[in-house]
C-alpha cells in the first residue's frame, strides 16, 4: 500500500499530501505521522495540502484528528495550502477545524512554527545548541 | 393546402396592405413608430408571408419554409420592445391583417365550406405567427433581465487589494444563497492568487443582515481560516449589529470595526506594518518637523 512520505526538516516534519487521499491512506498516515513525531521528538509539523483537491467528511476529519493528536504529542501543527473547494466543503460539511492552525503556504506555516520554537528558546534560560534535537 | 392560400391571396396583394394599412394606421401611435416604418414593415411581412403560403408548407410555422417569416418577425418584436410597445401591441401588428384577409377570402370563395375551411386556415395561422411574436418579446425581456442581473452579480463582488496580503470586499446589496456562493468563492479564489492572510469583508453597503446572511459570513470567514487568512468584518451599522445580537448569531472571535478604515489600521497592525504622516514634503523617516 503507498504511503505518505513524512520528512524531516530540522525540529519539524513537514508531509506533502500529493496524491488524492483514501481513507485506508489517512489512517495510515495519522499512525505514521503520531510514530515519527513521537520518535524524532518533533517541535512541529506541517501537513501540506495544497494538492488535495476533494475532500469528503472522513478525511476531512481526519486531517483534524492528525492536527490535534500532533498537539497532543507537544508538536504545534500547521495545515497549509489548502484549496478553496475543499475549504468551502469542509465549511459546508460541519468541519471548521477549530483549534487548528492554517497557513497560505509552506513558507508561512515554516514562519509560524520557526517562531514557536523561537518563543520557547527565548522562554529557556540556557541556549540550545542549534540544529541538535531538542528534547 | 397553403397554396390554395397564395393562389386566392396573391392577386390581390396591393389591396390587402392597402386595407391592413388603414387598420393599422387608425390605431397608429405616433410617438413610438413613424407611418412610412409601418407601412415597410407590413409590405415586407405581407410579401414573406404570401412567399411561404406559396411554397405550400403546413400551417405550422416551425417549419423551415416558415423560417424567413420567423426571422422577419423576430426583428420587428426586438425593434418594438426598443420602441416601448407593450406585447399585446406587438401582437395586434400580425393580428390586425385578419380582417383584410377575411374580407378578400369572402369574395372569392366559391362555396361557405371552401370559406369556412380557408378562414380556419388562415386563423391557425395568424394566431401562431401573433403568438410568436409575443412570445419573441417576452424572449428578449428575459434576456435583458437575465444580462442585467449577471452583470450585477460581477459588479457587486469585486474583491480588491488595499495593500500587499491584504484584500477588501465591499459587499453592496443583499446578499442571498447565490451571491454569497459567488462571493465566497471570489474571495477564496483571490486569496490563492495573492497570497493575502488578511481579508476586510466590508458590509456597509449590505442593507439587512438576517440569519441566513450571517451564517453565509461566518462560513466564509471559517473557509477563509482553514486556508490559512483571517477575515475582519466592518461597516456594520447601528441597527444591523442589534439585529445580529436579537438573532442569537454569534460571531465568535472575528475582529468587527465599524469602519473600513477600522479594519485597515488592524490589518497593518497584524501584519507589522505602519503608516507614517510625511509632513512638508519630507521623507524618510518621515517624522514631522
Redesign the interface.
Known amino acids: 500500500m503507498d504511503r505518505i512520505p513524512i520528512l524531516k526538516m530540522g525540529p519539524h516534519l513537514l508531509v506533502t499530501i500529493q496524491v488524492d487521499m483514501h481513507d485506508q491512506m489517512a489512517m495510515a498516515l495519522q499512525e505514521d505521522l503520531t510514530a515519527r513525531i513521537d520518535k524524532e521528538k518533533a517541535r512541529g509539523v506541517l501537513l501540506d495540502i495544497s494538492a488535495l483537491e476533494v475532500v469528503d467528511s472522513f478525511i476531512g476529519r481526519v486531517i483534524g484528528n492528525i492536527a490535534l493528536t500532533s498537539r497532543i504529542l507537544d508538536a504545534e501543527t500547521v495545515v497549509v495550502g489548502m484549496q478553496p473547494a475543499v475549504a468551502i466543503t469542509l465549511v459546508e460539511l460541519g468541519l471548521s477545524l477549530q483549534g487548528v492552525r492554517t497557513a497560505l503556504n509552506v513558507e508561512r506555516g515554516m514562519q509560524i512554527l520557526a517562531r514557536r520554537v523561537e518563543a520557547e528558546r527565548g522562554s529557556r534560560r540556557p541556549p540550545e545548541v542549534r540544529g541538535a534535537g531538542n528534547d | 393546402m397553403t397554396q390554395r392560400l397564395h393562389d386566392i391571396l396573391a392577386p390581390h396583394e396591393a389591396e390587402l396592405l392597402r386595407d391592413w394599412l388603414r387598420e393599422q394606421l387608425k390605431a397608429l401611435r405616433p410617438e413610438l413608430i413613424r407611418e412610412d416604418e409601418v407601412r415597410q414593415q407590413s409590405r415586407e411581412f405581407l410579401r414573406l408571408l404570401l412567399e411561404a403560403l406559396r411554397s405550400g408548407e403546413e400551417t405550422d410555422i416551425s417549419g423551415a419554409g416558415w423560417a424567413d417569416v420567423r426571422g422577419f418577425l423576430e426583428k420587428i418584436s426586438a425593434s418594438r420592445v426598443v420602441q416601448g410597445f407593450s406585447p399585446s401591441q406587438t401582437a395586434t401588428f400580425v393580428f390586425s391583417l385578419k380582417q383584410p384577409i377575411f374580407s378578400r377570402l369572402r369574395t372569392e370563395a366559391r362555396s361557405a365550406d371552401e370559406l369556412a375551411g380557408d378562414s380556419w386556415r388562415v386563423t391557425m395561422l395568424l394566431d401562431s405567427l401573433g403568438l410568436y411574436t409575443t412570445e419573441v418579446f417576452q424572449k428578449n425581456r428575459e434576456g435583458i433581465i437575465l444580462r442585467q442581473q449577471e452583470e450585477m452579480m460581477e459588479l457587486s463582488t469585486p474583491v480588491v487589494t488595499l495593500w500587499e496580503g491584504v484584500l477588501a470586499l465591499p459587499l453592496i446589496g443583499t446578499l442571498d444563497s447565490q451571491r454569497t456562493q459567488t462571493v465566497?468563492?471570489a474571495l477564496?479564489?483571490r486569496?490563492?492568487e495573492t497570497?493575502?492572510?488578511i481579508a476586510i469583508i466590508d458590509i456597509t453597503g449590505v442593507p439587512t443582515v438576517d440569519t441566513l446572511t450571517a451564517q453565509h459570513l461566518l462560513?466564509t470567514i471559517?473557509?477563509?481560516?482553514?486556508?490559512?487568512?483571517e477575515c475582519i468584518i466592518s461597516g456594520i451599522r447601528p441597527q444591523i449589529a442589534q439585529t445580529i445580537v436579537h438573532l442569537g448569531v454569534s460571531l465568535g472571535d472575528v475582529v468587527t470595526k465599524s469602519s473600513l478604515a477600522g479594519a485597515f489600521q488592524v490589518a497593518l497592525a497584524r501584519r507589522g506594518d505602519q503608516i507614517i504622516r510625511a509632513s512638508g514634503g519630507t521623507r524618510g523617516d518621515g517624522r514631522p518637523e
Not at chain 2, 471559517?222 to 487568512?229: F, V
Open positions: 465566497m468563492e477564496l479564489q486569496i490563492v497570497e493575502s492572510d462560513k471559517t473557509a477563509a481560516r482553514l486556508m490559512g487568512a
